[in-house]
């Protein structure tokens, strides 16, 4: 996903590709929450039992409290149950999807809209 998204121009902010050994990973994932314009959970069972999956998504939605729809998107890709507020959060749900460009589209139109604030 984050391929997709910077190849159509937007900025992302992963572990493997922006952290290099020896810094800070609770820095410069406060600073990648609080700085983007957008935060992307990708929702699957390894992602929901992380915890520091479990604190990006709670501290995007801190960092809009009146609207946690503009800064947090969420989108499911595995099978898996959600439970607790992540559960009352509406998410795109790409399970079943099985052509990629349909999951492209679906993708890049939702962050359209999570930007737009539509």
């Known amino acids: 996903m984050a391929g997709t998204l910077e190849a159509a121009n937007y900025r992302t902010m992963l572990q493997v590709w922006d952290f290099v050994t020896g810094t800070n990973f609770i820095e410069l994932m406060d600073r990648g929450v609080s700085g983007s314009a957008v935060v992307v959970a990708i929702l699957s069972r390894n992602y929901l039992t992380s915890r520091y999956g479990r604190m990006e998504w709670q501290a995007a939605l801190r960092s809009a409290p009146d609207r946690p729809e503009s800064k947090l998107m969420t989108i499911r890709v595995e099978d898996c149950e959600l439970s607790g507020l992540l559960a009352t959060i509406t998410y795109l749900d790409l399970v079943g999807?099985?052509?990629?460009?349909?999951?492209?589209?679906?993708?890049?139109?939702?962050?359209?809209?999570?930007?737009?604030?539509?």
């Open 97 to 118: 999807v099985d052509d990629p460009e349909r999951a492209r589209t679906l993708l890049l139109d939702r962050v359209n809209e999570t930007l737009a604030g539509r």
